[in-house]
Nanobody, 123 residues
Framework: VQLQAYGGGLVQAGGYLRLSCAAS????????MGWFRQAPGNEREFVAR????????YIVDSVKGRFTISRDNARSTGYLQMNSLKPEDTAIYYC?????????????????WGQGTLVTVSS
């Protein structure tokens, strides 16, 4: 499985971005997907996850109400819609895939990773 995240960029606080994660190498609907982020000097942290069909999602409390995760299996693409962005959202954002049947937030449970896309939110 190959994942490629894109859509990052520079945005002012209060703005929005939509990140995309394009998958190849295997049918997209056969694995769950997650988004993680890593700010400079910090560990990689979980942001959101979505089940294989898209029926179940989970968003971490720090971005709940502002971020939405979704997927389009027909297009082999996952998305992270980020609204009302704050400077503290600045990070490299990674999409990842997991074969785990249970919904997981642990980076170690994800076998497939994209290269990351940088999101910078200016104040």
């Amino acid at each position: 499985v190959q994942l490629q995240a894109y859509g990052g960029g520079l945005v002012q606080a209060g703005g929005y971005l939509r990140l995309s994660c394009a998958a190849s190498g295997r049918a997209f609907g056969t694995f769950a997907m997650g988004w993680f982020r890593q700010a400079p000097g910090n560990e990689r942290e979980f942001v959101a996850r979505i089940s294989r069909t898209g029926m179940y999602t989970y968003i971490v409390d720090s971005v709940k109400g502002r971020f939405t995760i979704s997927r389009d299996n027909a297009r082999s693409t996952g998305y992270l819609q980020m609204n009302s962005l704050k400077p503290e959202d600045t990070a490299i954002y990674y999409c990842a895939g997991t074969d785990k049947m249970t919904m997981t937030s642990s980076p170690g449970d994800y076998s497939y990773w994209g290269q990351g896309t940088l999101v910078t939110v200016s104040s």
